[in-house]
Each structure stands twice: as C-alpha cells, then as structure tokens.
T-cell receptor, first 114, second 113 residues
Framework: AQTVTQSQPEMSVQEAETVTLSCTYDTSESNYYLFWYKQPPSRQMILVIRQEAYKQQNATENRFSVNFQKAAKSFSLKISDSQLGDTAMYFC???????????FGTGTRLTIIP | KAGVTQTPRYLIKTRGQQVTLSCSPISGHRSVSWYQQTPGQGLQFLFEYFSETQRNKGNFPGRFSGRQFSNSRSEMNVSTLELGDSALYLCASSSTEQGSEAFFGQGTRLTVV
C-alpha cells in the first residue's frame, strides 16, 4: 500500500517570494509516479507537475520545480516568484505503474499575500 | 478538446435516499476513476472503470457502486444515503498510456440532510 504525508496544513508567503511545500511518501513499488495537484476555490484539481520515479532529474514547469529525493522518499514542491493565482490547496499524490489509482496526501493550504 | 464533465454540480438529498452522479470523460479516455473528498478524510479513492469493467476498488461499503458505459461515460450510485456521505465527489479520466496524467472534473457537491 502507498501512503503520502504532507506535514504542513497551511502556509502563507508574500507575493513574488519563493515557497517550498513538503511531501513524503512510502511505497514498496519500484516503478511509480509522483504528482503535485493544485485545487483552487473553484474545486477543480489541476496537475501542477509530475515526476517519474525512474528519472533522476528533477522535474520543472516554469515557476514550479520539485526536489525528488528517492532514497529519502521525499518529494517537495518549490514555487518561485509566487503569484496571487497560486493561492490554493496543494496535494501531493502517487500512483504505481499500470494502476490509475492516485493516493493523495492531506494537502497544504497555500495563501499568497499581496 | 472538452474537459471532464460532471453533473450535477450540486445536489441535496435526504437520509435514506439514493443518488446517481454522472461523469463524462475526455474524448478518447477509457479510464474513469472516482474520488470522495471530505474535510475529515481527505481524498479517498472509490473505484476505477476501464472498458466497462471495474478494475480497482477502494475501501467503501457496498452502498457505493458504479458503472461505465460503452462510450466511457461513468455513473456512480450511492444508496441509503447517510449524513457522512456528504462530500465533494470528483471524477478523473485518463488515457492509460504510460505516464499519462489524470484530468479531473469540477466535482459534484453532495449534501445529505
């Protein structure tokens, strides 16, 4: 069974600053994916970034990047130059190869302060 | 390309009633998964359907069921509603190609009174 843990229920940061959200996971599988999803007040879950566990290089998507530490089972999300539109719940999630089931963490509520 | 469409967006039901929620996946996606989101339990996997067959099931009572049609549209049904079934129900579709992402609908907010 997979588990995903997010230890920061809430975070806030000034606009234009950088913020890092933490996530740890546990799995016995060797092939899996990790994701960060964003859920704004509109409720729709939007994929922010994903990482294939077999890739050593950390994924980046514009202002979003991850720090993937496979041995430590850690998968943190860094948001640079934060914007007001980044205000949302952020969920870390995992799934194994060949299985569509996503296992989510409890989420981090991020507020960007103008 | 149209996104994942869930209907209805909001629903109020009485304890003991049953409810059916609908999900239309992105065109070409054959996998549909359902999740329940509550403040207390977070996001929990209900089940996944692929080509009209349930492939995976979460740890929910038998009152929760689903099905998928030949056009990949999916429905989930909850019978004998309880107050604790009040939640946001999210549907996600994916193409199941290696590495594909899940696309989510906006959810159905179910309130049981």
């Amino acid at each position: 069974a997979q588990t995903v843990t997010q230890s920061q229920p809430e975070m806030s940061v000034q606009e234009a600053e950088t913020v890092t959200l933490s996530c740890t996971y546990d799995t016995s599988e060797s092939n899996y994916y990790l994701f960060w999803y964003k859920q704004p007040p509109s409720r729709q879950m939007i994929l922010v970034i994903r990482q294939e566990a077999y890739k050593q290089q950390n994924a980046t998507e514009n202002r979003f990047s991850v720090n993937f530490q496979k041995a430590a089972k850690s998968f943190s999300l860094k948001i640079s130059d934060s914007q007001l539109g980044d205000t949302a719940m952020y969920f870390c999630a995992s799934r194994t190869f060949g299985n569509e089931k996503l296992t989510f963490g409890t989420g981090t509520r991020l507020t960007i302060i103008p | 390309k149209a996104g994942v469409t869930q209907t209805p967006r909001y629903l109020i039901k009485t304890r003991g009633q049953q409810v059916t929620l609908s999900c239309s996946p992105i065109s070409g996606h054959r996998s549909v998964s359902w999740y329940q989101q509550t403040p207390g339990q977070g996001l929990q996997f209900l089940f996944e359907y692929f080509s009209e067959t349930q492939r995976n099931k979460g740890n929910f009572p038998g009152r929760f069921s689903g099905r998928q049609f030949s056009n990949s549209r999916s429905e989930m049904n909850v019978s004998t509603l309880e107050l604790g079934d009040s939640a946001l129900y999210l549907c996600a579709s994916s193409s199941t190609e290696q590495g594909s992402e899940a696309f989510f609908g906006q959810g159905t907010r179910l309130t049981v009174v």
